[in-house]
Nanobody, 120 residues
């Protein structure tokens, strides 16, 4: 069984910073893609930033230059450094991983989500 556990959300003022972390655990054979999505109230879940096992990234235009994704391959972790936060960044942030277990094809896994609130 695979689990993704997020940490680091919270309340921050506009212009502030937060760092999200996500750790994948369980019977993991290989992680192909790992990253972050977010969902604001009344909106669909959207990609924030993802990184492949080869280091390629896909980052949403709305956060480019402010958010940085990084991975610790040895620890099966992904981090999201969020700087210059804006109220419109307020959302539940979900960790995502496309991975294969010791037996089977790649499957999409989600964390439970962590709330990020940007407010004065």
């Amino acid at each position: 069984q695979v689990q993704l556990v997020e940490s680091g959300g919270g309340l921050v003022q506009p212009g502030g910073s937060l760092r999200l972390s996500c750790a994948a655990s369980g019977s993991i054979f290989r992680i192909y893609v790992m990253g972050w999505y977010r969902q604001a109230p009344g909106k669909e879940r959207e990609l924030v930033a993802v990184m492949t096992s080869g280091g390629n990234t896909n980052v949403a235009d709305s956060v480019k230059g402010r958010f940085t994704i990084s991975r610790d391959y040895a620890k099966n972790m992904v981090h999201l450094q969020m700087n210059s936060l804006k109220p419109e960044d307020t959302a539940v942030y979900y960790c995502n991983a496309v991975l294969s277990t010791t037996i089977g094809n790649p499957i999409n896994y989600w964390g439970q989500g962590t709330q990020v609130t940007v407010s004065p």
